[in-house]
């Protein structure tokens, strides 16, 4: 076989449509994508991609309440499947995959349970079809795979995963293999998001209204930045956001605005500064940022700069794929099934990376 001969013939040969179905939190999310070209050079091509937010209905608790997101899921679920997904006539799916961990588990139980359902119905078309659990921070993690211009000589690479639930540090020697350097001792950094967007008074989710605010303010306020001078790579935000409550309280008159930029300025002066000393302690020659926390532009700006300055390159994902999404499950289910490396179908809200 010649050269074109053989890469058209792996790239048939790994392919595979999968449903995804995404329900660790308060999105309800499901897509249908086609992925190609193997672990050295994945393709994805979106086919149907939805996510229903369930914002308005925990809005009035201020966060996320997990048996009503379970109550939300069980019911959007077959609703969103027999609106986009039932009755065509295109290729049933190969694979059926479905987020297992982290997250809320009566959230994660609402996914699994409707993915076996929904296996057993499609196995009827298709017997070949598998059906998958897979790890949600996997999701974030390859979600920068669904931008334009990813080529696969970009590691060693250093990830950022900053989300609601998490802020972990990773050191990527290839696409499959890595290891964590650090993580938050306390909260998430977009925990610390929504909790200060609820000391001013702004309605949850926090983190986007926090950064329209800060585009008005000046970072005036010296906030701590915890553990930035640490020899290790974890992250601590609680105490961060106790000086937000604190300054508040001492200065009620204080600017909204100046408070927000100052405390998104203190957090990600650490997040863009701890992650750059492990990119340039390891040699990375990319730095990945992911997690709802990476829609945040501020941080995504400063974080591209310091690697473009250094010569390294910059990923994140697309802007609709940063916060809670399917595709990115699509994705990891792709690039977990080339490892061989699927999870059990059984909800574990502390699965780890
Ligand atoms: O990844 P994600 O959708 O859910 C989890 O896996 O946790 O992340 C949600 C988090 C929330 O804390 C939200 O406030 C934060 O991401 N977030 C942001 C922005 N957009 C979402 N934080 C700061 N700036 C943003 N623009
Ligand atoms: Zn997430």
Redesign the pocket.
Known sequence: MRKRETNAYHECIRFMRILAIET??D?TALALLDASGGIRNPKFVPRKNIVSSQIAVHKPFGGVVPNLAKREHLKNLPLLYAREFSGGKEKAPDVVAVTVGP?LEPALWAGIEFARNIHKEIKKKNPKTKLIGVN?LEG?LWSFLLGKNVKPDIFPAVALI?????TVLLQMKSLTSWKKLGETLDD????A??KV?RMLRLPY????E??RLAERGEPTIPFPRPMLHNKNYNFSFSGLKTSVLYYLRDNPKAKKADVAASF?TAATEVLVKKAMRAAEETRAKSVILS???A???F?RECLEHNAKSRKMKFFAPPMDF???NAMMIGTAAYISLLRKKTRKLQANGNLGV
């Open positions: 660790s939190c999105e997250g949600h974030h900053v989300s609601g639930g998490h998430a950094v977009g925990e998001f929504d967007a989710p926090g983190g986007p926090i950064q998104q997690g709802g926390v829609a945040n532009k941080l940063n916060t809670d």
